[in-house]
């Protein structure tokens, strides 16, 4: 091949590659204006991915010609979907067994278990309801009962210290002020938020019964208020957010 076949070929190959880096930085940009349109309620996750399409966006508009895999890739079906249901219940993780959520207008704590078990067989490769609860709850008022206007719930699903006492000593101290429903409810938003056990491994106590979370999903347990267990703490209603 000649020598200007070659500086052809090359130039041509450039050119290419300039293009291509051009339009990948256009799409970045474009997909990080979508992103910064919810930013105000986004989680850590999504701030580092519009840092990492920032980076890549300007990098391919200066005709810098990053690894393919500098670009964040569009996520996944299910991710938008947790993404989704954080969203729509504005949920808020305040620390750890600690979060916020909202109830839209209209909508019911049974909604957002439903939501809930309909996106984790495939998120976290289990149910996060024990089947059984969820068909009670389903008839239960406390859970079906639609709310009026937006309702904040903020809630602490494992009181530090709170283990080792009985439930009236727990109560004592102001603890377990949490109805049932409300802290079921405030499990699931943290599942779908973290991928973690509000209660961390623990049963907790709530106005009216207790809770746990295990490979089956959420469910009741009947039992454990005059005990002193290890495995067995409070819950608490948080103040409001600002």
């Not at 450039?14 to 910064?36: H, N, P, V, Y």
């Not at 602490?156 to 210290?161: I, L, Q, S, T």
């Not at 106005?207 to 490979?215: C, D, E, I, P, T």
């Amino acid at each position: 091949m000649s020598t200007a076949a070659v500086t052809e070929t090359t130039t041509t190959s450039t050119q290419d590659l300039r293009a291509s880096a051009l339009k990948a930085g256009t799409a970045a940009i474009q997909e990080t204006t979508r992103l910064l349109q919810s930013l105000e309620k986004a989680d850590q996750k999504t701030l580092n991915r519009v840092n990492n399409l920032l980076g890549a966006s300007l990098a391919a508009v200066r005709g810098e010609f990053p690894a393919p895999e500098a670009v964040t890739t569009q996520p996944s079906a299910i991710e938008l979907r947790r993404q989704e249901f954080v969203t729509k219940y504005n949920v808020e993780v305040l620390g750890d067994s600690k979060v916020s959520f909202t109830l839209p207008s209209g909508s019911s704590r049974l909604d957002l278990l439903n939501d809930s078990q309909a996106i984790t067989p495939e998120l976290l490769r289990q149910p996060a309801i024990y089947a059984a609860r969820l068909a009670q709850w389903a008839k239960d008022p406390a859970f079906t009962e639609k709310v009026a206007e937006d309702t904040l719930r903020s809630v602490d699903g494992n009181v530090n210290n709170s283990a080792r006492m009985t439930r009236s000593e727990q109560e004592a101290k102001g603890w377990n002020n949490v109805d049932l429903a409300d802290l079921a409810t405030a499990h699931q938003a943290y599942l779908i938020a973290t991928g973690k056990d509000l209660f961390a491994n623990k049963v907790v106590r709530a106005r009216g019964g207790a809770l746990y979370f295990y490979v089956h999903g959420l469910g009741v347990v009947d039992c454990y208020d005059d005990s002193r267990r290890s495995d067995v703490a409070a819950s608490a209603a948080l103040p409001a957010r600002n």
